[in-house]
């Protein structure tokens, strides 16, 4: 699994790594000190919790 696709869809929220019961996610700094989750993949179970609780990913939009 590999959450982050496009770095400016995340905000470094943490809550990946708080909502992964298998403790698979860290967070960890690029090169100019920004949080991004990185996914252990060994640990990984393809659950999907992470990708259902990020805020970034799940905008909900509203139509006027």
């Known amino acids: ?3 982050v ?3 400016s869809k995340c905000c470094g929220c943490n809550l990946c790594s ?5 403790n698979a996610i860290n967070m960890e ?3 100019y ?5 990185r996914i252990e993949q060994e ?4 659950c999907g919790l ?5 805020p970034l990913q799940n905008i909900a ?3 006027s």
Do not use: F, R
């Not at 992470?50 to 990020?54: F, T, V, Y």
């Open 50 to 54: 992470c990708e259902m609780k990020c």
């Open 61 to 63: 939009t509203v139509n």
């Open 43 to 46: 640990k990984c179970v393809n």
């Open 5 to 7: 696709k496009d770095t």
């Open 1 to 3: 699994m590999n959450l």
């Open 33 to 37: 000190g920004y949080l991004y989750p």
């Open 29 to 31: 700094p690029d090169k």
């Open 18 to 22: 708080v909502v992964c019961t298998h």
